[in-house]
DNA sequence: ATTATTTGTGCAAAGGTTTGCATAGATCTA
DNA sequence: TAGATCTATGCAAACCTTTGCACAAATAAT
């Protein structure tokens, strides 16, 4: 059998408390008992049981996080790694584990979630981006359950939220590409209905209104995250009259698919057009030419995150309610002034 | 408070163990009395406390990983993303979460097995790869706790292992290579002291042997899983007197680093040089051209080491030492056969 | 020397389940 | 009808800690 605290007791001739004192720094116990203790702790290779230990605190020093079901975009770009390393991380610096779990059936989605918290399985919980209105964000909210959602922001002010700031990277892309000299500047987007696609778009078209430059809705271009999505929306653009002199592109991978059509149209990229990218993934830094990117702190996502929910189960008063990742811009080969207006 | 099971049993009018029992769904429970109490804790709201339940059962049904510490190879490449779903994919369905932790200080690598072990917190370990002798093997060896390890294999008979066949997957790369006339075939490897370089060094060589070509020393290359190293390396290929007609990288991020470098020294792939990498990543598929890889199976990986660690935590005798994902071989544009040669 | 304060420990309850054993009632056997 | 067998449930111990409260001993104050 385990060793328990009791044996410890008993062989130290102490109480159990006492040793529950020691484990613990109890400002009381003395040196010298504490050190008796510890001795005997040692000996006996004590480790003490985080089950009990939970059940009376109250406390696991879980944090569960819930794997969305579909997740397609979520496990590719690194996304995913680089966000959980982060979390992982901080949560074992800061003395927490994370407790991950999935649902099997699409049905029972939320019920994950439920079980994890009414469990008392963890101390907070980690909702990762998904698109759909997400039962879990009214369930915990009402439950007044530790929470944060990362990827995604809401409008709600008791809510913790933490995300790279979409609007103002796209800004700042247009922005320096305007000041390049690019005059007509296209956008290709992710599905619309998702935050990322708004956000990025949004950001893009402030832009183009502070450089007084009027927004044209046939510069402007839905797609999916794929390379073959990407190459067809090109397609398209090679259509346009007056051709775009510069491409602001979701995602890396939009942008490299963007690269590959302009090239398989005998373009060269970026003499005849400017291409940037969104993620800063290894595809950028690795592609020909190079890909102007953004890097959103996908790590330092995650370890903020984390930092944020602690602080909410700690409850000390000090929750935000959106915290912005800072990004930052990594400007490649695959950008240059604009040839034809040069 | 949280309504427990005492709180059911009296107002279902039963004891608490017959609620314990209707929970375990009892064969010995009369239809009656577990329809009356499931109304009750369907009214109630009741969840079970799994902290107070693992504390007598002895069993949480959480597994454990260690995220190794520097582990840069392993969060690229997708690897880590794919294993990771199929652990927690397989573990949901299964019943099981997903208790992930690092550690924090370099020298105490292995006291977060421990913990995770001596605290009860967990039910069986996945050791992801790691190079190094790692101390937690013989810890968890012997303890006899139930652990699997994955990407990595070990000789011990009593240990399971699973993993890809690095062996046989390059050796069927090098037959095929072979089949279609190539006689100088050159191998970019990783770091020799890497179990996953040996191996495939080892299926190359093998190769080679049946196929009658005489393994040279001057084909085989160290390197790094760079696209940088990988160019440096491909200087040193273009050096040789005789040039192999084709070329098997240790990845597709090697074989990307590769093929940018003979594009930039005027050779054409695959015309004049085959290419193929390993592990089926994205960039394999939008590459230009599109490189020839090996699909290792991660996510599957994944799925059946959880079913493997969870036969032997269940102890029902039918443990393997080693399971082998099959491999696939995908073949696509940067291989042909060689010119010079045809 | 007596009382008040501080310091260090112990007692016992609580936290929410599970489960071996006992038992009451129901059903069956002869 | 008495005994045997079965069925459905309850009792109480066990799992291992933590912690409020009480208390004894040591120290300080008067």
Redesign the pocket.
């Given at each position: 059998?385990?060793v328990?605290?009791?044996n410890v007791a008993e062989k130290a001739?102490?109480?159990?408390?006492?040793v529950?004192?020691v484990?613990?720094n109890?400002?009381?116990?003395?040196q010298?008992?504490s050190r008796k203790v510890r001795k005997v702790m040692e000996e006996l290779g004590?480790?003490?049981?985080l089950m009990?230990?939970s059940?009376?605190?109250r406390t696991t020093h879980n944090i569960g996080i819930v794997l969305p079901r579909p997740a397609e975009e979520l496990f590719q770009n690194q996304f995913f790694s680089e966000i959980i390393r982060g979390i992982v991380t901080k949560a074992a610096s800061s003395g927490y584990d994370i407790l991950m779990t999935t649902s099997t059936n699409e049905i029972e989605e939320w019920k994950a979630v439920e079980r994890l918290v009414q469990g008392r399985n963890v101390d907070g919980i980690i909702l990762l981006a998904s698109q759909r209105e997400d039962p879990n964000i009214s369930f915990l909210r009402e439950k007044k359950f530790p929470f944060v959602l990362v990827g995604r922001s809401e409008d709600y002010s008791d809510i913790t939220s933490v995300d790279n700031d979409n609007i103002a990277a796209a800004q700042a892309i247009t922005r320096h590409l305007i000041e390049l000299g690019h005059r007509r500047i296209g956008f290709v987007s992710g599905p619309f209905e998702l935050t990322v696609s708004k956000d990025r778009l949004d950001g893009y078209s402030k832009a183009l209104l502070d450089g007084g430059i009027p927004f044209r809705c046939d510069y402007v271009f839905e797609g999916a995250f794929t390379p073959d999505s990407a190459m067809q929306v090109t397609e398209q653009i090679l259509k346009l009259e007056e051709r775009p002199t510069a491409i602001i592109a979701i995602d890396d991978v939009v942008a490299f698919g963007i690269i590959r059509s302009l090239w398989n149209n005998g373009l060269r990229v970026p003499e005849d057009c400017s291409v940037v990218g969104f993620n800063n993934t290894s595809l950028a830094e690795m592609c020909l030419p190079q890909i102007s990117s953004v890097d959103i702190g996908m790590y330092q996502m995650g370890q903020s995150t984390v930092q944020a929910l602690i602080q909410r189960i700690k409850g000390d008063g000090f929750e935000q309610a959106r915290i912005i990742i800072p990004h930052q811009l990594i400007w490649r080969r695959s950008v240059t002034s604009p040839d034809s207006e040069a």
């Open positions: 059998m385990a328990t605290i009791i001739g102490v109480s159990p408390s006492t529950s004192r484990i613990s109890d400002s009381r116990i003395s010298k008992t004590y480790h003490p049981n009990a230990k059940l009376v605190t």
